[in-house]
């Protein structure tokens, strides 16, 4: 585990491969012009990054024609997961780039030896499918392990882009359990001015409120994709709410209520619980 580890970090500093990740990046900006393609892609609608959830079809089908592969006279249900695997690696495979092109520079550069090895075991399994298709399905299930040995080397990779770089997790959680106590003041109900978003601090944690008539939103100034200030952002009006977009990647957020809109984030933005006592505006994380 610990020359994986020096093996990703060597990558992570990799700058020979910047070149290629910018040229990658533009054709798949070029190829998801469209806002509705990259939400989808992004996982808007779920609430949730959309890749790691179509991941578990290729990986899991796979995995269950290597199964296969090993008992006797399994050989056309091994051939068909392999099938299923094939055609569910394309929707994965295009979640992954749409997310890939919003990274850093750092984590793009795991992300794109990530994909490129995907790419192989794809190719893989696809030369693997064509010669159990035609009968040869010793030549199919060696090619078969050799796509699955990749994959998984892959899936270490793509493990290690969420949960060591945080690619794709909300970066403004741990900003929740910086905050102590229950109910803190945020400021006199006079200070806020109706759809002027205010950015304000909770301890060390800044917050970004939000006034509409009497109602207040409270929610965490920092962007749930990758910390960029909302409080700089460009405020908005989709289907009649206000929102305020990321000025760094152009994730979108309901004001009302947090709702992310645009990605690339796929979470929606932290809100507080609010009430005001005798004037005074209060929050609480909890
Ligand atoms: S930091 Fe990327 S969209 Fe906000």
Redesign the pocket.
Same mark, same amino acid.
């Given at each position: 585990m610990l020359v994986m580890g020096r093996l990703v970090t060597r990558l992570e500093r990799l700058t020979v491969i910047d070149d290629i990740a910018d040229r990658a990046r533009t054709l798949v900006r070029a190829a998801t012009r469209s806002q509705r393609v990259r939400d989808v892609l992004h996982g808007v609608w779920l609430g949730h990054p959309l890749h790691p959830a179509l991941v578990q079809a290729p990986l899991g089908a796979w995995m269950s024609a290597a199964v296969l592969d090993v008992l006797p006279g399994q050989q056309a249900a091994a051939t068909t997961l392999v099938a299923v695997g094939n055609a569910s690696a394309v929707p994965a495979a295009m979640a992954g780039a749409n997310d890939w092109a919003?990274l850093s520079r750092e984590q793009r550069r795991v992300g794109l030896v990530h994909a490129a090895a995907n790419t192989v075991a794809l190719t893989l399994y696809g030369v693997s499918l064509a010669a159990r298709l035609r009968g040869r399905h010793t030549v199919g299930r060696r090619l078969g392990y050799l796509g699955l040995t990749v994959a998984g080397a892959s899936a270490y990779l793509g493990g290690h882009l969420s949960y060591a770089l945080g690619a794709g997790v909300n970066?403004t959680v741990p900003s929740l359990w910086l905050m102590r106590g229950t109910w803190q003041r945020v400021g006199d109900v006079d200070e806020f001015s109706e759809g002027q978003p205010t950015v304000r601090k909770l301890g060390e944690t800044p917050v970004l409120v939000y006034r509409e008539d009497d109602r207040f939103t409270v929610m965490l100034e920092r !962007?749930? %994709? %990758?910390?960029?200030p909302?409080g700089d952002g460009k405020i908005v009006e989709i289907d009649g709410w206000p929102c305020v977009v !990321?000025?760094? %990647?152009?994730?979108t957020f309901r004001l009302s209520d947090g709702l992310v809109v645009h990605?690339?984030?796929a979470n929606d933005q932290i809100t507080l619980r609010t009430r005001v006592v005798d004037g005074r505006l209060e929050a609480s994380p909890v």
């Open positions: 919003s970066q !962007c749930a %994709h %990758h910390n960029g909302l !990321c000025p760094w %990647h152009g994730s990605g690339p984030a």
